[in-house]
Nanobody
């Protein structure tokens, strides 16, 4: 049974940091791409970052590039999203998701896999940035 479990969310002031974790089970993660998405109240879910597990290469949405870093501990089947310099607009529920393959840009601002291409999703973890 495949399971993705996010943790590490919480409340932080603007400029602060949080590190999210996505623990996977039931998958051979080396064959997968792990995406991070977020959804703010009343907004559609958007892609934040993606890591190709076989290479460790990550891609980022422009609104988080330079502030967020995706990484993986393959031995522990865990993917991390280090979030620095958090802004009010980063407030959202953050989800990790898994699908076979890798991550790649198809435009200057958007990357594959697309949201509908992901096969497995976690339950989400709340990140709140407030003064």
């Amino acid at each position: 049974q495949v399971q993705l479990v996010e943790s590490g969310g919480g409340s932080v002031q603007p400029g602060g940091s949080l590190k999210l974790s996505c623990a996977a089970s039931g998958l051979d993660l080396d064959a997968y791409a792990i995406g991070w998405f977020r959804q703010a109240p009343g907004e559609r879910r958007e892609g934040v970052s993606c890591i190709t597990m076989s290479s460790g290469d990550g891609v980022y949405a422009p609104f988080v590039k330079g502030r967020f870093t995706v990484s993986a501990d393959n031995a522990r089947d865990t993917v991390f999203l280090q979030m620095n310099s958090l802004k009010l607009e980063d407030t959202a529920v953050y989800y990790c998701a898994a699908t076979r393959g890798g991550c790649t840009f198809y435009s200057e601002t958007h990357f594959f896999p697309l949201e509908y291409e992901y096969d497995f999703w976690g339950q989400g973890t709340q990140v709140t940035v407030s003064a």
